[in-house]
């Protein structure tokens, strides 16, 4: 093998190409968005690529590449202009369309990768015939970095209508390490005497990297079939979004093949993809509803094959019920999904037929038997494979409606296992996706869903989790307010309309609107795109007050749900209305089908308060919002909560779990605002001390109730009237054996968690964790460590000593060990509250001979954020290892999520000042929108704990000074003062500059 490439090859390409800001006249896009410098014209439209790459991922990464793109002429030009990240070494454009000679681009490709650019120059103007060069009209090529644009100046204007050929040589790189464009990652040896370990090459293209591959028309909508090339080394194996159709030898060097793929239905850039690697695959198939039989292939390495069972079962079937649902078949012929080893956390990516993630959300371990952790194993893949119809059969015209494809997604994954594996229960999905809006929105500081993207980084930001789970809720309301047959139909006929399309959320109201008005869910003068655009242009959400009159009726009220506490709410206009489609039952005839969620009526921004007739009997319960349907939270009167109190504890399987799940975040929610009085939400989880409850619906109570503990005990807030309500809620939600409801909760159970530092059941899990060192448990107490394990690590390393840290210490060292035991165990180890420990858990990350993988450094920094000794730690050490956490992470979102977790349980001023130093110093590393999060969460819990000092204050004064006003007065201006200087530090964020680029009050309510 002959390799010439060195820096001065770059630098005599570097001379040929212009680097220049050209000005080229664009016309505005069909979809209405804004002309930017950062969009492509529309004057040309792409039709098919022929694509050769050669990746050289071994030494002296690169990538040579060559590109045929077929485009047609929409209006008259002199330029083309496309999207390029790469450098260009020779560019032509020709006014024909004749059969492509692949075997010339994949000789030049091969000379320039493997004996110079110049070599390649040169058999160029040997090979080329003389009067091809007559015919090319390019003049010159130009790069614009900002916008990372390549413009080719033609000779001559083109014609409308006609097709031309624009073919690019080009070299580019193999990133290493960001994960994106072409990327390379090899599996970190655990044993150091094995074999060598190869390279993996791979792509991530969405959703501006595909231009780091090949020049492109890199925009979602710029929809062309592509035909790949892919050269590699023969002992490894490559794939693609299509399955291969031959395969030649490289002339250049031996051992070397050149793969080429069927051509690809037409598609847009960012879902192409190839893998080429030493992986394996396990093969299984199903019959599409159209009579194809499709195959599936799951890659991994061999030895982690019966990692896959999970995976392997829920494929196949996952596809039959998309396709059932839909009515419209999977694409292509095939679906790769490949698991990467040494790729990023958690992250998978949809390409048509070639999904990309990494191991811990294809690999099952057989030992993981924690429901949650396989539900949300299972919602991963549902959700790429969701994406074969969202987003790739049918597109988002641009990336500001990025929201609706993963919206849909998301829904889906709730759908599809609700139907093919119910034992998964994930109804504890869609609670955790409306907490985790509702608690982002009620920061106010969200952005709406369909605020509009230009520039490129905030493209990314566009894939916060905040925006998935507030889509996917919006969707839910959506599907039950138009009914399941309107929804079902709407999204076949939107598939069949638009496939192979791009489209956006405005065809599909305009559809589901057709289809709710012939179901007669929707009355004709209501429209779904009218509905819905006071959900997803406004950010915030209503809170619904059901009160009963004297007459006997039901006054349904909305208002914008505002967190008093929260110092941002200031910004917000109490005139911000939806249109709420208010399902609802009611005690005497409860009922909570598909149907009963349809809507009995509507508050619209016109009419936000209606009275509707209520039971006969006005003593008995009504609930709103059936089955967590709506996106909103419900107040009741006194009197109606206490009937609904009354129906769970006299029996609570009467309203559905959801409901129940919502009833409870909501009545927490509504005391911590001070809406309500605690008093409310102790007598509505009342019912817990004696129910058997689902452990979803109890964790959202024992989540609260936590939240309250903890910021009582990180100010010291001692209020003894709500010291006293949360220790009664304690034994309502964990109930220990002392109390009588042990014998109806988790009945035969070890109580593994020891609430209140019991003695008696620390030690006995002490002992049971010693037994299990010295492997002298009984098979019951091994069958029980086992189903418990994380708790009971947790409890024996947060009370245990040197013993059991030294030995979860080496256990999380076992290279034999799966990667799901060590995370449990990791986990279990930030529950220790001694600090030396608490260091030497986080310097793990800095020990050469321990080799920590980031998802392993993610576990630690997450869990000990959420250990109140450990917290600050946590904190500090992340902003003072920043730049080494970077380099070792190599990936911005997970490093943005990682400060918001290490800092959300910050809650005194002190710590937001510093945390506020250091996001001003990082302010454009982070963004805008993290940084808002970041300081609204934090000022959110200061003034939590300042309402509740200054509640606690004045009722203590009250008693105190008596008459005594001079010393009343000098208290609450001490109180007052703390609240003042929060505000400063508000205001003063804007002018410390760190919120420019998107002012909080800016976006709230858009005209
Ligand atoms: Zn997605």
Known sequence: MSVAWSQSTWKVLLIAVYFAKIVVTKTAHGDGENQSPFRLPDAISPIHYQLTLLPVIEENPRLCGHVWIDVTVNSPTNAIVLHGQVLPVESVVYADSEVIDNEVSRMLVERMCFSGVLDALDSLSDDKPKSRDDKDIAQSVHLDEDSEQMIIILKEELIVGAFYRIGILYLAEINDGDNIGFFRVQKKQEDNNCCRQRWIGSTQLEATHARKVFPCF?????????????????????????????????????????????????????????????????????????????????????????QLDLAYRLVPTIMETLEDYFGIPYTLPKLDMVSLPGYDLARAMENWGLIVQSESTL?????????????????????????????????????????????????????????????????????????QALFHDTLNLSIPLNYPVELLPTIEHKFDGFAYAKASVIFRMVKSFVGDEAFKNGLHRYFNQFQFKAANSTDFWAILTQESRRACTLSPRKHVGRIMKTWTEQSGYPLIQVDRNP??????????????????????????????????????????????????????????????????????WILVNLQYSGYYRVNYDRLGWELLSEQLIRDHTVIPPLNRAQL????????????????????????????????????????????????????????????????????????????????????????????????????????????????????????????????????????????????????????????????????????????????????????????????????????????????????????????????????????????????????????????????????????????????????????????????????????????????????????????????????????????????????????
Not at 246 to 256: R, Y
Not at 875 to 903: E, G, I, S, Y
Request: contains cysteine; glycine residues 4%; aromatic residues 8%.
């Open 664 to 1007: 409870i975040d909501d009545v927490f929610t509504l005391c911590h605002v001070k809406t309500l009085p605690y008093e409310v939400s102790v007598r509505l989880v009342e019912y817990l001390g004696r129910a058997e409850e689902e452990n979803f619906v109890r964790s959202v109570a024992v989540g609260h109730v936590g939240r309250i503990k903890q910021m009582m005990a990180l100010q010291g807030i001692h209020d003894e009237k709500l010291d006293a309500m949360v220790k009664v809620m304690m034994t309502y939600i964990v109930p220990t054996q002392n109390t009588e409801s042990r014998n109806h909760y988790n009945s035969g159970q070890l109580d593994v968690h020891c609430h209140n530092d019991d003695k008696l059941c620390v030690d006995r899990i002490l002992d049971l964790f010693r037994g299990y060192i010295n492997d002298t448990v009984t098979p019951a107490q091994s069958s029980l460590t086992k189903k418990h394990f994380e708790d009971i690590w947790c409890t024996a390393l947060r009370y245990g000593g040197p013993l059991e840290w030294s030995y979860a210490w080496n256990s999380s060292r076992d290279s034999s060990a799966t990667l799901s035991k060590k995370r449990k165990i990791l986990k279990a180890m930030a529950c220790t509250t001694d600090t030396s420990r608490i260091k030497q858990l986080l310097s793990r990350v800095f020990l050469p001979k321990i080799n920590q993988e980031p998802i392993e450094t993610s576990i630690i920094l997450n869990s000990l954020a959420e250990n109140p000794s450990a917290r600050l730690l946590a904190m500090k050490f992340v902003m003072l290892n920043w730049a080494f956490l970077n380099k070792h992470f190599r990936n911005p979102p997970r490093m943005r999520d990682l400060l918001v977790a290490v800092t959300r349980r910050s809650s005194s001023l002190n710590e937001l000042e510093k945390v506020n130093e250091f996001l001003e110093d990082k302010a454009n590393e982070l963004g805008p929108a993290v940084i808002d999060l970041i300081v609204a969460t934090i000022s959110s819990n200061v003034r939590q704990i300042e309402l509740q000092k200054i509640h606690l204050k004045y009722h203590t004064l009250i008693g105190e000074t008596g008459n005594d006003l001079t010393r009343l007065e000098e208290n609450v201006a001490s109180v007052l003062q703390t609240s003042q200087l929060l505000n400063c530090l508000e205001n003063d964020r804007n002018v410390a500059g760190m919120i420019v680029l998107l002012p909080i009050g800016g976006h709230k309510t858009p005209k």
């Open 218 to 306: 890199d925009e979602p909508a710029f929809k062309a079939t592509i035909e790949l090339t892919l050269g590699h080394d023969s002992k490894l194996r490559a794939i693609s979004n299509m399955p291969s159709n031959s395969s030649t030898s490289l002339k250049t060097v031996d051992d070397w093949v050149w793969t080429t793929f069927e051509k690809t239905p037409v598609m847009s850039t960012y879902l192409l993809a190839c893998v080429i690697s030493e992986l394996e695959y396990l093969e299984t198939s199903y019959l599409s509803i159209n009579g194809r039989n499709i195959t599936i292939r799951l890659w991994t390495e061999k030895q982690k094959f019966s």
């Open 363 to 435: 690999l099952q371990e057989s030992d993981a038997n924690d429901p949650m952790e396989k539900a949300i194993f299972a919602i991963t893949i549902v959700h790429e494979i969701a994406h074969q119809w969202f987003g790739n059969l049918v597109t988002s015209r641009w990336w500001s409606d990025i929201w609706f494809n993963e919206g849909l997604a998301t829904l889906f994954e709730n759908i599809v296992l609700n139907e093919i594996a119910p034992e998964l229960g994930v109804d504890v999905i869609t609670v955790l996706f409306f907490q």
């Open 551 to 620: 007459n006997g009726t039901i006054q349904l009220t909305q208002t914008p749900f505002i967190d008093s506490s929260n110092p941002l709410t200031d910004n917000f206009t109490e005139t911000v209305a939806w249109w709420v489609p208010i399902s609802m039952t009611n005690g005497a005839d409860p009922k909570f089908s598909l149907d009963d969620r349809i809507p009995v009526v509507w508050l619209t921004p016109k009419v936000p308060s209606v009275a509707i007739k209520g039971p006969d009997d006005t003593n008995v």
